[in-house]
């Protein structure tokens, strides 16, 4: 019996890193913004739509499941945790049912709302975090969805590198450089192009961010002449690759022939590599241009640079990848015509022959690198008609078939190729003074930085992808509220990841594998993992509640100062 009332008196709650996050989300005012804006209806009851928002978001990033139905059991286990760091004395479970998220997700879907949401905290975390504010980098990605119902406006059929088998939604981004913090989200539907989604991103960053001269980075998708001269005539400066389409290609190899002409007025650039040894990246020049473009307030005519790019690793890959394509097509197109036998379909006119050789020199990118020479090949056979002797009628059946006699490589337009490969061509109306060629090259090869944020939204810990809400408001309302998340994340670390380089330290213990291995550079989930297994214990006596909390380590006290913030977040869970 009294073992049995022990148990019932000491309740064990899992924190890890509850407290952290809820603290970081506090420092940035995030429960009382989303309150601002999402206001409580005169019949609700229970705990604001901020608190239910940022609990949930707390509960994402700390479980790593997006999913609604857990958070309840989850919020039921922690709520003695919850109420402490919080204060929320009336916080029950029922705040966290699935019919309240749902509802707090349809909030955040509604455009107005959740674009006043990014407005405020955006600036918040710049203002304070002194967020560096001089390039924004733009890019759009899709997110899957087992979706078979097509009534919905969002999931489509469309363009993507994921599952081409499942609908999609696509996402819009425009975040902050070199953090790679979202600043701006768009979701769309799955089978919108890019090309539109550019400008309106950009309109809303500068809702946020009110400086000169701020540098946009973009794909090629980027670089239609509708988006480059909107930005010129904003003010402010774009950099993105040309893309291959209209007069580009024959301009392109106009441009290359020309400066391979002049190798001496090439510039390098070089970097050092991980063994210290400095390494040739990149080789190019710039050229001088003049656009002229219509936009909705005019005319707009400007100077635009063009920056040709060689890259060596870049050549080699291309160069790889072209033999393996010309030694694939050749076998391909002495296929098209086996021998006669059975089973073996012959190609009889010269017309059918021409489609399969040109269709697979097509898929495979090497019209013109190869040549093929074919002949007509005639069998004749005669037969007897009737019956009756030597001079009965006789009929003769002629049997054409087409067999290609050599494939050949173009020696002359495979050399006059390969001179193109390695090239890249990038543009920016940002004069010499504000973008060298060579802070050009560097600002777009830290392009995966945007590619960071989505694989942290559709992959572990947030797993957007795939997406298990179904409507259209929840979809919508769900990438919002983990965009938040991704913000977050980007956060933690950058802030830390800065603090240790102007302290010139590193972090001990953060590698289970190699626990004595310092590190400056940890990722959040690196960081966030350093708090698993802290609990908070209670013990109810008569007349008393008494309070323990796992003691925090060396480490974690240490990531917790690099944050800004105190070990109370923990330890003040434990004042009885």
Not at 48 to 67: E, K, N, T
Not at 262 to 271: D, K
Request: proline content about 4%; hydrophobic content about 40%.
């Amino acid at each position: 019996a009294l073992g049995m009332n022990t148990e019932q008196m000491i309740t064990t709650e899992r924190i890890d890193d509850f407290p952290l996050l809820l603290a970081v989300m506090q420092r940035l005012g995030l429960p009382e913004m989303l309150d601002r804006h999402l206001k409580v209806h005169g019949s609700h009851k229970g705990l604001s739509w901020g608190w239910i928002g940022v609990i949930w978001l707390a509960h994402i990033l700390s479980q790593g499941d997006h999913r609604k139905l857990p958070v309840q059991a989850w919020v039921r286990q922690a709520r003695e945790t919850i109420v402490r760091i919080t204060g929320l004395s009336e916080l029950t479970e029922l705040d966290f049912t699935d019919d309240r998220l749902s509802k707090l997700l349809m909030r955040l879907s509604q455009p107005v709302l959740w674009q006043a949401i990014e407005q405020e905290l955006g600036a918040n975390l710049i203002r304070v975090y002194e967020l560096p504010t001089q390039r924004v980098r733009l890019d759009a990605t899709t997110v899957s969805g087992h979706h078979t119902d097509a009534s919905g406006a969002l999931f489509q059929f469309g363009h993507s590198k994921d599952d081409l088998t499942l609908r999609q939604v696509k996402v819009m981004v425009a975040a902050l450089d070199p953090l790679g913090l979202p600043l701006v989200s768009e979701v769309v539907a799955g089978n919108e192009a890019d090309d539109p989604l550019y400008a309106p991103a950009i309109a809303r960053v500068l809702t946020i961010i009110k400086v000169a001269g701020l540098l946009f980075v973009g794909d090629c998708k980027m670089s239609a002449v509708a988006t480059r001269a909107y930005v010129q005539s904003l003010g402010h400066f774009y950099l993105c690759p040309l893309a291959q389409t209209g007069r580009t290609p024959s301009e392109m190899a106009q441009w290359i022939a020309t400066t391979n002409a002049h190798p001496e007025a090439l510039q390098a650039l070089h970097i050092t590599a991980a063994d210290g040894s400095e390494q040739l990246l990149a080789q190019g020049c710039t050229l001088e241009r003049q656009l002229q473009a219509a936009t909705a307030t005019g005319s707009q005519a400007w100077t635009e640079r063009v920056l040709l790019v060689h890259l060596e690793r870049l050549r080699q890959r291309q160069l790889t990848s072209l033999h393996e394509r010309l030694a694939q097509a050749t076998e391909q197109l002495l296929a098209l015509t086996p021998a006669p036998g059975r089973g073996k379909r012959q190609l009889r006119t010269e017309a059918d022959l021409v489609t399969a050789a040109t269709a697979i020199l097509q898929r495979y990118e090497v019209e013109g690198l190869l040549t093929y020479t074919f002949e007509r090949q005639e069998t004749r056979s005669v037969r007897y008609v009737g019956r009756g002797g030597a001079e009965r009628p006789r009929q003769e059946t002629v049997t054409v078939r087409y067999q290609l006699t050599t494939v050949e490589r173009n020696a002359t337009a495979l050399a006059a190729h390969e001179q193109t490969l390695g090239w890249r061509v990038y543009v920016t109306n940002a004069p010499a003074t504000e973008l060298t060629w060579q802070e050009a090259v560097l600002t777009y090869r830290d392009e995966w930085l945007i590619e960071r944020s989505f694989h942290r939204l559709k992959g572990a810990p947030l797993s957007l992808d795939p997406l298990f809400v179904k409507r259209d408001d929840q979809v919508v309302g769900l990438t919002h509220l983990l965009s938040i998340a991704v913000r977050l994340l980007t956060l933690v670390e950058f802030v830390v990841r800065r603090n240790l380089k102007q302290n010139q330290e590193q972090l001990v213990g953060l590698l289970p594998q190699n626990p004595k291995k310092g590190i400056d550079n940890p990722t959040t989930e690196r960081l966030l993992q350093a708090f698993r297994d802290i609990t908070l214990t209670i013990v109810n006596l008569p007349g008393q509640r008494i309070r323990h909390v796992t003691p925090l380590t060396a480490l974690q006290v240490r990531i917790l100062e690099l944050l800004g913030l105190s070990p109370a977040v923990y330890t003040a869970l434990a004042q009885n």
